[in-house]
């Protein structure tokens, strides 16, 4: 009888393997996230041969929550993968230099009273208060009224 060997891991079923490790009981939608890209797939190829395990747990609605962990199985795999040598790989040929980042100048421009409609800035021109206190802006604009009390220096 010979033991069949399980099939080795792809580049991209190591990454899921070192996100389950570092993200221990996570969601798949989650450890997806991190790597950037969906990995329902390679979690199904991984818990079949024994690497991942999967969690049930309620949630708080009653519905069941999916978690991943990994097994000393998928722990072993990791350490022996890491303990291998890496071949080095021929440089991939470049296009050509990058076009330097452009970046915008900030402007300010949402900071700016609004003209667009006749009188809606009139509000600034009135105190504001302050518990007992009326305080008015310290650009300088006048008090509203004829009879408004003397401004208040703090």
């Known amino acids: 009888?010979?033991?069949?060997?399980p099939a080795p891991l792809s580049p991209d079923q190591f990454a899921v393997l070192r996100?389950?490790?570092?993200?221990?009981?996570?969601l798949g939608i989650v450890i997806g996230q991190s790597l950037g890209?969906?990995?329902?797939?390679?979690?199904?190829?991984?818990?079949?041969q024994g690497y991942v395990r999967e969690v049930s747990s309620p949630r708080h609605d009653g519905t069941p929550s999916h978690l991943h962990t990994?097994?000393?199985k998928g722990r072993e795999a990791l350490q022996g993968h890491e303990e291998q040598p890496v071949v080095p790989t021929a440089p991939t040929p470049t296009l050509g230099p990058r076009p330097p980042l452009r970046r915008e100048t900030y402007t300010g421009s949402?900071?700016?009273p609004n003209t667009a409609r006749a009188g809606?800035?009139?509000a600034l021109k009135y105190p504001s208060r302050v518990g007992n206190e009326l305080r008015y802006r310290?650009?300088?604009?006048?008090?509203a009224g004829k009879d408004a009390p003397p401004r208040r220096k703090s």
């Open 37 to 48: 890209r969906p990995v329902s797939d390679d979690l199904a190829a991984l818990r079949l």
């Open 1 to 5: 009888m010979t033991s069949s060997s």
């Open 120 to 122: 809606s800035m009139d």
């Open 19 to 26: 996100a389950v490790a570092r993200m221990d009981l996570s």
């Open 110 to 112: 949402e900071m700016r």
């Open 70 to 72: 990994i097994t000393a």
């Open 138 to 143: 310290e650009d300088g604009a006048p008090p």
